[in-house]
């Protein structure tokens, strides 16, 4: 996931499966790492991907000192 153009090829293929699933009754979600957020085209990858798909969950960790 090192150019924008696989991140939103990635992304389209996981909608893709996450309304497969959908129409099972599961849900699919994305968890992430710290790569989602290097900014492309002054975006953070996670807004990105959460702006180009309307199925997929986002599953977010937090960091507790």
Do not use: C, P, W
């Not at 996981?14 to 085209?41: C, P, W």
């Amino acid at each position: 996931m090192v150019h924008k153009d696989t991140i939103v090829e990635y992304i389209g293929s996981s909608e893709t499966v996450a309304n497969r699933l959908a129409a099972q009754g599961i849900e699919l979600y994305y968890h992430n790492h710290h790569i989602e957020f290097e900014k492309y085209d002054g975006q953070f990858l996670l807004d990105i991907m959460k702006n180009s798909t309307s199925k997929l969950g986002f599953e977010l960790e937090s960091l507790n000192s």
